[in-house]
């Protein structure tokens, strides 16, 4: 129904010319210049080539989807689950997280802290802290403070006073992911560790270096071994100093017998040779190359490290989400929480012909499903969505769905 001009005008809004600025639209809360709940790196993580390891790690588990799903007795796939679990998920985790930043502020402080807690915010049905039959609606990530036996003491940031608070939560209500990779990457003598220590006074080393001091020797034409020396030194010391500071140029005098000798250059150490065979060391104990960081990367070692490294994490978090979110009654249901990734990301796309055709001819998966993945509109043709090898001529019933109705026929037709 069209509106006329009346009805837009009642019905139309916006943002800058229908606001009261004597109304704030129930804007309250803290105030900050920059984001509160963003996760930000530790004990001087944040300073290092450390970070940019941790957000590759936590960018690769982020593309991977992690679903609430429905199962069959044989473990296999069926379908998602409409539930606000999925939602939080597939489309919002919390009103300041996608599910894909939600996942990477879960790594990135997982990685950074050692352990990390998945705790659910709102929640529809019986109370969370007295029974587990609830739905989780939002879902935000915590640092845990203090251990008790059944309880953990979380920093969790309050979206409704802008503030992070702290509280108690049982343990079979939230969801605690400990780091795979704790060993390597947080002990307090892992290899990482020990990479941000040897990092820590390569910066002292460059600091010094370039300060602006001169490193001077001056050679005086007497010795200083008496008190009345040593002050004489001092004072001609304080005013080759004066005459530098105060000159425009930096430019001072020294007298004909005086001999000036200039320190002013690196010592040689094998720090950043130590540093260079560190940063090795936490690749290859992470399953990272250079390749991988740069990106140029091959099949073989993508695939090595999605293995070695991505997994370990992926599976950690949709374990313990299995675990907590999930009741035993829903699991007997079939209920799940899986991850899928793409594995046509990795497949060059010369190599993408050859794979559709196998893929099709084996009715592995369809022609529009195969054209969404090289980002194609799907095809208007019935055959497109059928599970058949379009390099053999089809009968041209297509109505008979299995191959037990062809062989029925040809009896019939051997015995009639």
């Known amino acids: 129904m069209e509106l006329n001009i ?31 709940d963003k996760a930000r790196l530790s004990r001087g993580n944040e300073k290092s080539i450390i970070t940019s390891i941790f957000n590759r790690i936590s960018l690769d588990v982020a593309q991977i989807d992690i679903k609430h799903c429905e199962i069959d007795s044989n473990g296999s796939f069926v379908k998602e689950k409409d539930s606000r679990l999925n939602s939080c998920l597939t489309l919002e985790a919390n009103c300041d997280q996608t599910p894909r930043s939600f996942i990477q502020d879960i790594v990135l402080s997982m990685l950074d802290e050692g352990v990390v807690a998945i705790v659910p915010v ?30 953990v003491y979380v920093q969790l940031y309050n979206d409704t006073t802008g503030e992070k608070e702290e509280r108690w939560f049982p343990k079979r209500m939230i969801g605690i992911v400990e780091n795979p990779l704790y060993e390597v990457i947080n002990e307090p ?38 008190e009345s020396k040593r002050k004489l030194a001092e004072e001609r010391r304080e005013a080759l100093e004066e005459q530098l500071s105060n000159s ?3 430019v001072a005098y020294a007298d004909g017998t005086e001999k000036i000798i200039q320190l002013n250059r690196s010592v040689e150490n094998n720090l950043l040779k130590q540093v260079e065979y560190w940063t090795n060391l936490v690749y290859s104990q992470l399953g990272i190359t250079q390749e991988v960081m740069d990106g140029t990367a091959d099949e073989k070692t993508m695939l090595n490290y999605m293995n070695r490294t991505i997994e370990p994490i992926v599976s950690a978090i949709v374990d313990e989400m299995k675990r907590k979110f999930l009741t035993k009654t829903a699991r007997t249901q079939g209920q799940t929480i899986m991850y899928f990734q793409d594995p046509f990301k990795l497949v ?11 893929f099709t001819r084996n009715c592995i998966m369809t022609s529009n499903e195969l054209r969404q993945v090289i980002g194609m509109k799907p095809s208007a043709d019935p055959m497109a969505d059928q599970l058949v090898n379009n390099n053999i001529s089809q009968p041209a019933d297509q109505n ?17």
């Open 248 to 250: 425009k140029y930096g």
């Open 189 to 226: 003598n892992s290899t990482v560790q020990r990479l941000k220590r040897k990092l820590a006074l390569l910066d002292v080393t460059d600091e010094q270096t370039a300060s602006n001091k001169l490193n001077l020797i001056i050679q005086l034409p007497y010795t200083t071994r008496s």
């Open 122 to 151: 709102d929640t529809y049905g019986d109370d969370p802290l007295i029974s587990d039959s609830f739905d989780v609606a939002s879902m935000r990530t915590g640092k845990i403070l203090e251990w008790k036996p059944k309880h």
């Open 6 to 36: 009346g009805n837009r005008l009642k019905h139309a809004w916006n943002a800058f010319l229908n606001r009261d600025p004597t109304y704030s639209y129930g804007v309250s809360g803290s105030g900050y210049s920059f984001r509160p």
């Open 400 to 416: 008979r769905s299995s191959p037990e109705d062809y062989e029925y026929e040809e009896g019939e037709n051997q015995n009639g």
């Open 348 to 358: 060059p796309i010369s190599n993408i012909a050859e794979i559709a055709d196998k």
